[in-house]
């Protein structure tokens, strides 16, 4: 074997790795979406109490988010990978054997280790690993990896489930965590010279907030998009199977969106504006999905394109422009804290749809406190545009001066050699 083929295989391999690094720790909120109609059968729990488990999970990733950026830096992207798929591996081997709803919550939690592991080991290994020219577009495949999540949970594990058992269908994935742990050395650095920096919490810049605020309110909407979506479509009249396909093509719309739209968005000026239009484009695809009846099944179909082509984009085009964007402050600690900002929408969403369509005995209210949840989405995104137009304007003043007195000194060489 040359060793430009063993080079080309290891590419493969490390692009492979980080988009299992994503999907493994996103895995259990689409499970959870597709399977929870059968959990609740079976562990006897309404269907609102779905939200709580998305909560547990993605709650405690959040608040591991504040310390994972330093905690990578401190140990190395090797021993965080490890950690990241041995937590998956012992979440869903236990999710596979609890017997009630609370032991479910309990395992469920466990992947919020894992979640917030994800986009700091990740960004990381692309900033370490990746030429500048080509960090866009893996941040867009990796982080298509969350959708191919969804694509596995919609079309695979309700058929796993209903030949052998929702059991089996967790157990299914504990082996395939346990490859990528046994494997992560093959694409991770053989020594880790660690930062020293300490555990403490140090404050985001202006420009990081902003992004954190578009972060939350998209990660609200969306997770309880998708944790509700199939049960809204059976309330609809649609099958369990069919219901599964519609977080399936989510999955699928959501890949090509962070494929194709990752790139694009580092080829702008500012992809600020980029975000501002999906996100107006996923209010409207959510006012769409709210319209849905059971002679309108097309509605659902629609809300979960429109979805999975905009709202799922935006985080991998955040991930992006801290890639690339100093200003933003450093890759681990940014993506801790965008981490930090994401999943705790993502926790707060569901339980809040619930709560709320428990509260109006009905769905419209909740879909319509999601949609108020994006428009303020677009507004931070529009701050934002303003504030990196403003950064950009006082960065270009002050090196004026600097240029201005470069072209001075140049011409004064080339006068004093050519006298």
């Known amino acids: ?13 490390f692009r492979i790795v980080l988009v299992f690094a994503m999907a493994l720790p996103m895995l259990v909120l689409y499970a959870i979406s597709t399977l929870g109609p059968l959990l609740g059968r079976d562990l006897h729990f309404k269907p609102e109490l779905l939200g709580y488990l998305v909560m547990s999970s993605f709650g405690l990733a959040a608040v591991l988010s504040l310390w ?35 032991g479910l919550v309990a395992a469920t939690t466990i992947c919020g280790i894992a979640q917030a592991l994800a986009n ?11 030429p500048p020219e080509k960090k866009a577009a893996v941040v867009g495949l990796k982080q298509s990896g969350v959708q191919f999540a969804a694509l596995f949970a919609g079309l695979i594990l309700p058929g796993i489930a209903s030949q052998y058992g929702w059991h089996t269908a967790f157990w299914v994935i504990v082996p395939v965590a346990i ?16 930062s ?4 403490g919490i140090s404050l985001p810049n202006s420009l990081l907030l902003r992004l954190m605020g ?13 944790t509700f979506l199939p049960t809204f479509a059976i309330r609809q009249g649609m099958p369990l199977p069919l219901a599964g396909t519609l977080i399936a093509v989510f999955g699928v719309m959501g890949m090509l969106s962070r494929i194709v739209l990752t790139p694009m968005g580092a080829r702008l000026k500012d992809e600020s504006l980029l975000l501002l239009f999906l996100i107006v484009i996923a209010a409207c695809a959510m006012a769409v999905t709210m319209q849905a009846s059971p ?37 681990t600690t940014a993506s801790g804290f965008v981490s930090v900002a994401f999943f705790g929408g993502f926790a707060l969403g569901p339980p809040l749809y619930g709560a709320l369509s428990d509260y109006s005995r009905g769905l419209l209210l909740g879909w319509s406190v999601l949609i108020g949840v994006l428009l303020c989405a677009c507004l931070m995104a529009l701050a934002l545009a303003c504030a990196r137009r403003r950064r950009a304007q006082a960065l270009a003043m002050a090196a004026g001066p600097l240029q201005r007195a470069t072209a001075v000194n140049v011409q004064e060489r080339y006068n004093f050699m050519n006298k």
């Not at 990978?81 to 081997?93: E, G, N, P």
């Not at 809300?303 to 100093?326: C, D, F, H, K, Q």
């Open 68 to 102: 994972a950026g330093a905690f990578v830096d401190r140990i190395g992207s090797r021993y965080a990978l490890t950690i990241l798929f041995s937590a998956i591996a012992l979440a869903f081997a236990l999710i596979a054997t609890v017997e009630n709803y609370y």
């Open 1 to 13: 074997m040359t060793a430009s083929t063993k080079t080309t295989i290891a590419s493969i391999w």
């Open 120 to 130: 700091p080991v990740t960004n990381l290994l692309i900033a370490q690993q990746v």
């Open 214 to 226: 578009i972060q939350f309110c998209v990660g609200i909407s969306l997770s309880a998009f998708v």
């Open 179 to 194: 490859l990528f742990g046994l494997t992560t050395h093959f694409v991770t650095p053989r020594q880790h010279s660690g």
């Open 295 to 331: 002679d309108a099944h097309w509605r659902l179909w629609v809300g979960a394109v429109g979805m999975g082509l905009t709202a799922v984009g935006t985080n991998a085009i955040a991930m992006s422009m801290l890639i690339r964007e100093p200003g933003f402050g450093p890759v």
């Open 196 to 199: 020293g920096r300490g555990f």
